[in-house]
């Protein structure tokens, strides 16, 4: 079948509109310039143009390309609508190395930034993608073992930032995509490492269009699949970690270009490949000329990554509602291999580790030379009302967390569903950032923003994916659309230099070193009502996943208690995100860890999840308080360091 005119119809559509979107942009840039006579300041206005304006207009169009077509061969080669570099961790990794290399060895820098960055994809990319073939390159293994290591290298990255705070605005600009240029170095050197990587993309065009045969169909025209993923997933990877490398993590284009030009035709394989790199060139053009213009003389100080993603995400929503998915198959439900009397044991193992972590967080701690000492008695009184609210407001927000994620999990049918991957942690951060911006208001204050923010990015989600009944698929572009779209929001924010900024992100980064006696009453008293309310509804949470029709045979009404259920974890996370921060994803790995104890049904899993979630923030906790003491590690980053890779080991041991 050849491509028809129609089939081109609407990828060349959205090319042109930002195109010329774009071009009336980057010519409002230009033309003063231009047109203007010699005088004072005339050939400083020129030299800024030719060496720094113009050099980062082409940068945007190279690395959006580069970007989306990295999307768009990773989508391809592992049939997922959801691959692109961000969700496969590929450029947190080179983020990650080059951060690491920065501190720590900055000369290698000089020699060789690419090979830096490369190694760092390579290694992300070799570990999502040998996670991924031990369960069959499933979509959701891939993107969830993939978004585990984008938080595991991101929690790293952070803290070295974190510890390092006379880089810490040079280093969070950078990492957050910064286009601004002072020669046309960078844009020369992507130019021709572009066209290599592209003419291999040629010499494979032909077997990749084969895979849609299958791969028994593939494999009888003589395509050697094994041989073509080695080369495809090489030229994505390489693409990635030379425009990280270059420029920064811009995160959004690799997903968002695809996924449009999909969305507006391009159906084959080839017509994709060669779409999205033209829409994702376009979509980084447009987005950067429309930062210049309106950020002025504070351009270069504002991230064109986060940026970018305030304009992609409204274009990957309106057109969301047209994505094809593929119809979800009603399977029968397998016989519990865990029973009520069973789930007693995890339950009560769980239980007392939470109790040792607890006791250890509170008498355990370092001395004034850095020895460790248990807490004395002269002294108790006074450390204790200092440390026990942190450790009980970091045990109430992982409980949270974890009740939170069973919620949306069991709700979704979706096991990457989580108060972090759907948008809704970074909901939360953005009613606090505008409590914070606007009107600094307290505890309370605070937490109302947050819950309405939360709030806001579910009811989103819910309103785009309920004529596909909730379709995994949607639900995940939903919300990482959404999410990427808040960060971005929070990104530009941080980066105003506003002073507001630094409290905002140490608030990010999770840390309890604020956490008072009323706070912590206050996060434990709001804790309990909600996990005591969520464990009420166990009856509707071991029946609304068996389908519509059960549901209402039994007295169920569907509406009104899934809007409860998600507004319930709405409250939640809001609640929980006031002290950890959104990076914790302590909502992902709570239900995973307590389906590993084989926690099947709604109550005890809810439970399991609540005690593990709340371990994870204690632990974290204490070991952010004293692993650097006197300084202090937020608990959000060390949850996600110490349960990502337990996490990864649970994934990669289940085929």
């Known amino acids: ?46 030299m800024v143009l030719y060496y720094s304006t113009l050099p980062r207009l082409a940068t945007a169009l190279l690395a959006g390309a580069a970007l989306a077509l990295s999307g768009a061969l990773f989508q391809q080669i592992l049939r997922n609508p959801l691959a692109d570099p961000t969700t496969l961790g590929v450029s947190a990794g080179a983020n990650l190395a080059l951060v690491v290399i920065s501190l720590f060895v900055p000369g290698l820098l000089g020699v060789g930034r690419d090979v830096v960055a490369l190694l760092g994809s390579v290694v992300a990319a070799a570990i999502v993608i040998g996670f991924g073939a031990r369960r069959g390159f499933s979509p959701y293994s891939l993107v969830l073992s993939g978004l585990v290591l984008s938080l595991w290298c991101g929690g790293l990255a952070a803290i070295l930032i974190y510890l390092n705070q006379r880089y810490l605005a040079s280093l969070f600009i950078w990492g957050a995509g910064s286009l601004a240029q002072q020669s046309w170095t960078i844009p020369l050197s992507l130019t021709w490492k572009m066209a290599i990587v592209a003419m291999v993309c040629a010499l494979v065009m032909r077997p990749l269009s084969l895979l849609d ?42 997903l968002v270009a695809p996924t449009l030009a999909r969305l507006s035709g391009a159906r084959r394989p080839v017509q994709l490949i060669v779409w999205s790199p033209l829409i994702g060139a376009a979509l980084l053009f447009f987005a950067d000329s429309v930062l210049q213009l309106a950020a002025g003389g504070l351009d270069n100080f504002l991230p064109t990554g986060a940026v970018t993603a305030i304009f992609g995400s409204p274009l990957l929503l309106a057109l969301l509602p047209r994505l094809k998915v593929r119809p979800r198959i009603q399977q029968a439900a397998s016989p519990q291999r865990a029973h009520r009397w069973d789930a007693k ?3 009560i193992i769980a239980l007392m580790g939470l109790l040792v972590l607890v006791t250890i967080s509170l008498v355990v701690g370092r001395g004034p030379g850095g020895s460790w000492a248990v807490l004395p008695g002269e002294f108790f009184g006074d450390i204790l009302a200092i440390r026990a609210p942190k450790v009980f407001a970091a045990l109430a927000s992982g409980a949270m967390l974890g009740v939170a994620g069973v919620i949306l999990q069991r709700l979704t049918e979706n096991e990457m569903a989580s108060p972090e991957v759907l948008g809704i942690s970074a909901g939360a951060t953005f009613g606090v950032a505008i409590a914070l911006f606007a009107v600094a208001p307290g505890f309370s204050g605070q937490f109302a923003f947050a819950v309405g923010g939360a709030i806001s990015v579910l009811a989103i989600i819910l309103l785009g994916s309920r004529r596909s009944i909730f379709a995994p698929e949607r639900v995940l572009l939903a919300g990482i659309a959404l999410s990427a779209m808040v960060d971005a929001v929070v990104g530009v924010l941080s980066s105003t230099g506003d002073p507001r900024a630094a409290l905002l992100m140490r608030w990010m980064s999770g840390s309890t070193y ?17 996990v005591a309310i969520a464990l009420a509804t166990r009856r509707w949470l071991d029946i609304l996943p068996l389908g519509p029709a059960p549901s209402a045979a039994v007295g169920i009404p569907l509406a009104k208690s899934r809007l409860a259920l998600f507004g319930l974890a709405g409250l939640m996370t809001a609640a929980a995100t006031l002290t950890v921060g959104p990076l914790s994803f302590v909502g992902l790995m709570g239900p995973h860890f307590a389906r590993e104890l084989r926690l099947t ?44 890779p337990c996490l990864l080991f649970l994934l990669g041991k289940r085929r």
């Open 1 to 46: 079948m050849t491509p028809t005119r129609s089939d081109n119809l609407g990828p060349a559509l959205v090319l042109l509109a930002l195109l010329c979107a774009g071009g009336i942009g980057a010519w409002l840039l230009v033309e003063p310039v231009l047109s203007g006579t010699t005088g004072q300041g005339y050939d400083t206005q020129r």
């Open 213 to 254: 045969l299958g791969e028994a169909g593939s494999a009888a025209l003589g395509v050697r699949l094994a041989r073509l993923r080695v080369i495809v997933i090489a030229c994505a990877v390489t693409l990635a970690a030379v425009v990280t490398s270059a420029v920064g993590v811009i995160g959004f284009i690799g």
């Open 345 to 347: 044991v995890p339950v």
């Open 514 to 530: 604020l956490v008072d006696g009323t706070i912590a009453v206050w996060e434990v008293a709001i804790g309990g009502a909600l």
């Open 601 to 644: 049904r709604a109550m005890p899993q809810m439970i399991g999840a609540a005690l593990i979630g709340g371990g994870l923030m204690t632990a974290a906790d204490f070991i952010g308080r004293t692993i650097a003491a006197p300084y202090q590690i937020p608990a959000g980053l060390v949850s996600a360091l110490i349960g990502a």
